[in-house]
């Protein structure tokens, strides 16, 4: 029996350990927002925001996901002085690299989710959701 209750109380031990990482990677994830602020941001990416004037600051297209009604033009400013582009995922449209205060437009003729990125920096998405 005292050999038994050596390796449980180190397993329990562990456990714990791993339990508090956990609760400080779940923490710091919940914090590390960047305080886009939109109502229940609770982790899902399915809440999407109504907008047709996206941003791009510091190397994040804000907010995204959008949603906007089939017909809109989208409208995005880059805020960084570093040149983005918004490239479609499928290549449904690209802009050119748009520059410190520059603006690119697109207009969704078809429902549907359009994802996109940056083509300078691959590691930048986004994506619009069209509607009806
Ligand atoms: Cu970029």
Redesign the pocket.
């Known amino acids: 029996m005292a050999l038994l209750t050596r390796p449980i109380s180190r397993v329990s031990t562990w456990l714990l350990l791993g339990l508090a990482v956990v609760t400080v990677v779940i923490v710091a994830a919940c914090s590390s927002g960047g305080g886009s602020s939109s109502g229940s941001g609770s982790g899902s990416s399915g809440s999407a925001v109504s907008s047709t004037s996206p941003v791009i600051k510091s190397?994040e297209f804000n907010p995204s996901p959008i949603s906007v009604k089939v017909g809109t033009a989208v409208t995005w400013t880059n805020l960084d002085a570093?040149n983005?582009?918004v490239t479609s995922n499928t290549g449904a449209f690209t802009s050119s690299d748009i520059g410190q205060g520059k603006t690119y437009s697109y207009t969704f003729t078809k429902v549907g989710t359009y994802q996109y990125h940056?083509a300078?920096?691959d590691y930048?998405h986004g994506t619009v959701i069209v509607h009806n």
Do not use: G, K, L
Request: charged share 0%; net charge neutral; hydrophobic share 40%.
């Open positions: 190397f570093t983005h582009t940056c300078i920096h930048m």
